[in-house]
């Protein structure tokens, strides 16, 4: 599932090609995504130029003088910008054409994604409205956090998962990010110290930024036409290596589930 690096990586792939550009039309083959598409999206930005193309979350937003797209790319999605006349394959349901004969070309294999319309502040919107702090931003920091989990006897990890908390640390970065700061996932939110919220806070932006990192290196070309999204792998400290030790103390890393959720630790490193 494209997570938030994934996002941030497709926004810097994407927007140095589509910004600035006009549009000539939008081609939907299939409006059943997650919503519908709106049927009046090609009249409402048909001629618009696209001034520029930000991510909040994992909303991506392409911005006309006449209202913004969101996009959402769900479970599968991923955007490409290509010739606009490259036949479109089974998956690939919404092209936006633009007037210099390329398209930003969205492929969704299980029509998780999204892609809507808003004439007023994206911000205000009912996706967007409820979301917490950007994770990369300094407004997410100890305090807000600590304050934040006061009272809480939510898991840890179900908290910092939670995007009205903060958005974007998904299932594997929860995991990497409470090991780095040897936090016990289970432990209650309102448990965890101050001094730990610190340590957490600085591995959730060190883990997030080491993998937009890799995916700026490593992650596609999003010029190509052969569609396969290409979501990078990095390294992993514990997610995925159920019984293998533990890099810092050799133990065996334990696996179960929190918040119906695969969750990977070390019940030595962690508490
Ligand atoms: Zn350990």
């Known amino acids: 599932m494209p997570e938030l690096p994934e996002v941030?990586?497709?926004?810097?792939?994407?927007?140095?090609?589509i910004q600035g550009e006009t549009i000539?039309?939008?081609?939907?083959?299939?409006?059943?995504?997650?919503?519908?598409?709106?049927?009046?999206l090609n009249t409402k930005i048909k001629n618009q130029i696209i001034n520029s193309v930000t991510r909040r979350g994992k909303y991506l937003l392409?911005?006309?003088?006449?209202?913004?797209?969101?996009?959402?790319?769900g479970m599968s999605g991923s955007l490409r910008v290509i010739a606009s006349n490259l036949a479109a394959e089974k998956h690939d349901h919404v092209d936006i054409v633009f007037k210099n004969g390329t398209c930003l070309r969205l492929r969704d294999p299980r029509r998780f994604g999204a892609v809507l319309f808003t004439a007023d502040d994206p911000m205000q919107h009912k996706l967007l409205n409820n979301l917490g702090p950007e994770p990369l931003e300094k407004d997410f920091n100890t305090n807000y956090l600590f304050n934040k989990s006061r009272k809480r006897s939510v898991t840890i990890k179900s908290f910092i998962m939670d995007s009205k908390i903060v958005v974007g640390v998904g299932n594997i970065y929860a995991s990497e990010s409470l090991f780095k700061a040897g936090i016990h996932p289970k432990k209650a939110a309102g448990q965890v110290t101050k001094g730990k919220y610190s340590l957490l806070v600085k591995a959730i932006k060190t883990v997030l930024k080491a993998a937009i990192k890799?995916?700026?290196?490593?992650?596609?070309?999003?010029t190509k036409s052969d569609g396969k999204p290409g979501y990078?792998?990095?390294k992993l400290s514990v997610y995925g290596r159920k019984g293998e030790p533990c890099p810092i103390c050799g133990k065996a890393i334990t696996h179960s589930v929190i918040g119906q959720r695969a969750t990977y630790y070390c019940t030595h490193c962690q508490i």
């Open 214 to 222: 890799s995916g700026g290196t490593t992650l596609k070309d999003f």
């Open 24 to 40: 000539e039309k939008v081609i939907i083959r299939q409006t059943k995504l997650r919503w519908p598409i709106p049927q009046n």
């Open 232 to 234: 990078f792998k990095q």
């Open 62 to 73: 392409l911005t006309t003088d006449m209202g913004t797209v969101i996009i959402h790319l």
């Open 8 to 17: 941030e990586t497709t926004c810097r792939g994407i927007a140095p090609r």
